[in-house]
């Protein structure tokens, strides 16, 4: 990660607020999740990709959390964050990605603390009802990895990147709450079959784009939840060529190891922990879990995972 995060207090918000008052253009307010997330900036750039990622929310309801986009010339990237109001402030953030994790992120932290709801930073796809959870460290092909088995039409998706989960009893669900998919540009050159997609994209100086991937796979593919049955965690280690069937109990060691592979959390800390883990505990319980080594093609990767889910 190339930002950090500061914890702030409501004081030190209002103070905050009202220094970058005149970079406060746009006011727009988005629903994640059941959550009304506002963002202010001046920036008209993100104001557009965060309409295009997420619902939206009617200006009547007030939000529940806030997210100022701002810049700050000579500083460097950073988070200031009041987790008592629930308000971020994201100083000279250029890149979209980071933004759009945050602002998920923000919604997280309010779901986790008084809902029960958790955020998984991941893949879920579905394959004849039954979930498919793909996550692991960044440059692990997850992005690569959930569009190879979006090329069978039997398998559906409810997010490609971040989603929510609950535990029901036994079972755990995976939620959407995205509009929209952001992809990037290298896509193409690995699946062929989402080459116009990409074409079709408005890509930003990171060489990604925010779009509606209905257009490549249909309305009836996309699905708003499933129950999570498969969970897959990458690494890429060239030592080590295999796929290797996990306990719960030793998938989750090497979940809490790499920070729940969420470098976006907002809040760290004793509790917050025991509540992850918690989740994660449950979600790999009732799970076949796998490790899965991305180090070889991606078909032979693809091959490795989809005999381990029998497709």
Request: hydrophobic residues 35%.
């Amino acid at each position: 990660m190339r930002y950090s995060v500061e914890l702030i207090s409501p004081d030190r918000k209002i103070e905050l607020a009202e220094e970058y008052a005149d970079q406060v253009l746009y006011e727009v307010k988005s629903e994640i999740y059941g959550c009304c997330i506002k963002l202010l900036t001046a920036m008209r750039d993100v104001k557009s990709r965060w309409e295009e990622s997420f619902y939206f929310m009617s200006q009547s309801i007030r939000s529940h959390g806030r997210m100022y986009v701002v810049n700050d010339p000579g500083g460097k990237n950073r988070v200031m964050y009041d987790p008592q109001s629930k308000t971020a402030f994201l100083v000279n953030f250029d890149y979209y990605g980071w933004i759009k994790s945050l602002a998920l992120s923000l919604a997280g932290d309010i779901l986790e603390d008084e809902h029960g709801i958790h955020s998984v930073h991941g893949a879920c796809l579905d394959l004849d009802g039954k979930g498919i959870c793909i996550i692991g460290g960044s440059g692990t092909g997850k992005t690569t990895h959930t569009y190879g088995l979006l090329r069978d039409p039997r398998v559906r998706v409810v997010s490609d990147d971040w989603f929510f989960g609950r535990i029901y009893g036994r079972d755990v669900l995976g939620y959407g709450s995205e509009k929209n998919f952001y992809i990037r540009s290298e896509l193409s050159s690995i699946w062929k079959e989402f080459s116009w997609l990409v074409e079709r994209a408005e890509l930003d100086s990171m060489g990604r784009g925010v779009v509606d991937l209905r257009w490549a796979i249909g309305k009836g593919r996309i699905l708003p939840l499933t129950t999570i049955r498969h969970v897959f965690i990458l690494k890429r280690d060239h030592s080590d060529d295999r796929i290797a069937r996990l306990s719960p109990e030793d998938a989750l060691q090497i979940v809490e190891k790499n920070g729940y592979f969420n470098p976006h959390l907002l809040v760290d800390g004793d509790l917050k922990r025991r509540i992850r883990s918690g989740f994660f505990r449950a979600m790999l319980s009732s799970s076949s879990v796998w490790e899965v080594n991305t180090t070889g093609t991606p078909e032979e990767t693809q091959s490795m995972i989809r005999d381990a889910i029998g497709v």
